[in-house]
């Protein structure tokens, strides 16, 4: 009866094994398809204004960065962010920072941002409520999203060079979004 | 031999064990997942309104080959929202948790309803006043510490106007208090360059009595300063471990121009700790640097608010495109102006080429609240060279001198890391430490060698595994671009982060 049970359960534990890794698998091969919804939110930027998501994304595409003080893999990424960041600034583009120190640090958030001169607008997410929300895991996360407010890239971790990925699909979706303008101005202009 | 034992066992305790629901409740999400769902178009709900769904799943496994214990952690959160509302829920399994208990269950659960103005929370939630002075609760993974609260939030966000009301009762280490809390927040943009605020909170905790706290805060903004100020008071009956009333002090400030950035704060404690049972409900700023680095974070200080005052000065400057530098003075004492602890740290980072980037980091740091007051001296080099565009070497020194007063009571920790990285998906790390410290405590045999070694996969975009093998003294470690707290390892490790 033991050994029954015992054979079943293990049968009964590859099954659901091979079934999570084959779905894991299968995501990861469709992962580029993904297309789902960015949450909106707004938070203080580092002058006590509120910025919000949707506000944001009227003009362009946005991409958020989770980050800390503390965090070496963070401060790298934005640091190579700033370097094209006006650029594509003038093409709509928008970085969002999302700082997630806590109490104990956040007060130097602003001296750093000055310090390193990131020009990017830097928002406060003091007790991660944003980073709940984006279901983030660790830092940095970086989220890319369209002028639609879909989520079209993900990405945790930092390592060098990962930022010319990011820039090659800001470029696609910038390229994307002037050929939807060039569209609506063929239609405007047929009307 | 033992690694196929112990890959085994990993599988079984995956499948075996009641970490089985986690799965079963991860399965459907995965199959969803496959097609690019959208449950607008899926279930007929209009474009405008439409259902979303997102969850994450964060599994830690890890079995320590000496002991052959094995430690199991799985947190399971999904997000459900439609139109205004937005139901929550995290499922967690530990085998067993870090006091010994095994546990599963449903531990954050809410619905939330949130318009332009208003959001209500029922059921769990987290939350935070000013910086932590009166309220403060919060998770934190890594930490493996959690006091959210259980109860009603209302939050009401006007242009120059927020509101917070809340009650509820709070997460201890092991269970939840039945003690209730009810406090209420706000903040007026009283002008365009001024914030005003004010807490209260009241809790009646039981064979203690009614325990109030109460303050204000005041942050100021103007072109290159700004500044930031909060008082806040606590009045509560005297108790055999709770002094009576106490009060908390703390400014920021911020002075900046284009290239340069210094912050200075003040903090003041006296008799402030706001706990009951083991649950702290404040979280004020300690004031002492959280580093980047392994051995500068070992010693952290420990806040102490019963008695402690300080201040901590922190420049930041890049004077050149290629070049930063950064340097920041902690000091605290007490209130009879014993030093407890004060650090001074200086770091210079330089860009070559796009080549490589040199780091020179040095610490003193002096502990009085540990026993000796040693004295710790630490110098970090940080060396990356861009092999190519998507590969790199980056190389990691870190030296820990500590002299305990007395120069026979000296050791060091040593610690060295070489990563290879090919970006995006993969970086393999070697972490090396040492220390000397075994051999002045005759008592204390112990490890003086830890190795180990860390493959860091990014699976796709949603998913980034960590598989480790060797020992690693316990402790933050930062390896493959994140850095978290971690317990003492001498086996294998594997972590799995996925979002959905």
Not at chain 1, 94 to 114: F, N
Not at chain 2, 141 to 147: I, S, T, V
Not at chain 2, 245 to 271: C, F, H, P
Not at chain 2, 401 to 412: A, R, V, W
């Amino acid at each position: 009866m033991f050994a029954g049970s015992k054979f079943v359960r293990s049968l009964f534990s590859k099954v659901l094994l091979t079934f999570f890794i084959t779905c894991l698998l299968v995501s990861y091969a469709h992962g580029a398809k993904k297309i789902s919804k960015a949450p909106n939110f707004s938070a203080p930027n580092l002058d006590g204004e509120r910025v919000e998501l949707k506000t944001l994304l009227k003009q362009g595409p946005v991409l958020i960065s989770f980050w800390a003080t503390h965090c070496k893999p963070c401060i790298k990424e934005l640091n190579q962010l700033q370097k094209f960041y006006p650029d594509y600034k003038e093409k709509g583009f928008e970085i969002l920072a999302v700082d997630v120190d806590g109490p104990r640090s956040v007060s130097r958030v602003k001296s750093k941002v000055k310090g390193l001169k990131w020009k990017f607008p830097v928002v406060f997410d003091t007790n991660r409520d944003i980073y709940r929300k984006y279901h983030v895991l660790g830092i940095p996360h970086t989220v890319l999203i369209d002028g639609e407010g879909n989520i079209r890239y993900t990405h945790t971790t930092y390592r060098s060079g990962d930022e010319k990925i990011i820039k090659k699909k800001i470029e696609k979706l910038l390229d994307e979004q002037k050929e939807v303008l060039k569209e609506e101005e063929g239609k405007d202009s047929e009307k | 031999m033992k690694s196929k034992f112990a890959f085994c066992r990993l599988f079984s305790h995956f499948c075996t064990r009641s970490s089985l629901i986690c799965l079963v409740l991860l399965l459907p999400l995965f199959s969803i997942y496959q097609f690019s769902f959208s449950f607008a178009q899926k279930f007929g709900f209009g474009e405008s309104d439409p259902w979303t769904i997102s969850a994450s799943n964060q599994l830690e496994y890890s079995l320590d080959r000496k002991t052959h214990q094995d430690i199991f952690h799985n947190w399971t959160d999904l997000d459900l929202s439609h139109g205004i509302y937005t139901v929550n829920l995290r499922y967690e399994a530990h085998q067993p948790d870090d006091w010994g208990r095994t546990w599963q269950k449903l531990s954050f659960r809410n619905l939330q309803l949130s318009s332009e103005f208003l959001e209500i929370t029922a059921g769990n939630y987290y939350v935070i006043f000013g910086r932590g002075l009166i309220l403060r609760s919060y998770e934190n993974r890594d930490l493996r510490y959690d006091n959210n609260l259980d109860g009603v939030k209302g939050t009401i966000d006007l242009d120059g106007f927020d509101l917070t009301m809340l009650g509820g009762t709070a997460l201890g280490k092991y269970e939840r208090l039945s003690d209730p809390l009810h406090a209420v927040d706000g903040k007026i943009a009283f002008t365009d360059w001024m914030n005003l605020g004010g807490s209260y909170l009241r809790t009646h905790i039981t064979d203690f009595g009614l325990v109030r706290l109460f303050g204000g805060n005041v942050s100021m903004n103007f072109p290159h300063v700004d500044f930031y100020a909060e008082y806040a008071k606590k009045d509560n009956p005297p108790g055999k471990y709770i002094p009576k009333d106490g009060k908390g002090i703390y400014l920021s400030t911020n002075v900046y121009t284009a290239g340069m950035g210094l912050a200075l704060e003040y903090k003041e404690y006296d008799k402030f700790d706001f706990i009951n049972q083991d649950v702290t409900f404040n979280n004020p700023p300690p004031l002492a640097r959280e580093h980047m680095y392994t051995l500068l974070n070992r010693h952290a200080y420990v806040l102490d608010l019963i008695d402690e005052k300080g201040f901590q000065a922190e420049i930041t400057s890049s004077p050149f495109n290629l070049l930063s530098l950064l340097a920041n003075y902690s000091y605290t004492t007490n209130r009879k102006n014993e030093v407890l602890f004060s650090e001074i740290y200086g770091e210079l980072e330089y860009d070559y080429k796009d080549m490589a980037t040199l780091k020179g980091g040095f610490s003193r740091q002096e502990n009085r609240q540990e026993v000796g007051s040693p004295i710790r001296l630490a110098p970090v080099v940080d060396v990356i060279y861009y092999v190519s565009e998507a590969n790199s070497i980056n190389f990691i020194l870190e030296h820990l001198y500590t002299d305990k007063y007395d120069g026979k009571l000296s050791y060091y920790d040593q610690i060295l890391s070489l990563s290879l990285s090919h970006s995006p998906t993969v970086s393999l790390t070697l972490t090396h430490e040492r220390t000397t410290e075994w051999k002045i405590r005759e008592d204390w045999p112990g490890k003086r060698n830890w190795l180990i070694a860390t493959l860091d996969l990014a699976m796709g975009e949603n998913h980034n595994l960590s598989l480790s093998v060797g020992s690693r003294r316990e402790g933050k470690v930062c390896a493959g671009g994140v850095c978290v707290d971690k317990p003492a390892l001498d086996g294998f490790e594997i972590k799995l982060l996925s979002r959905f």
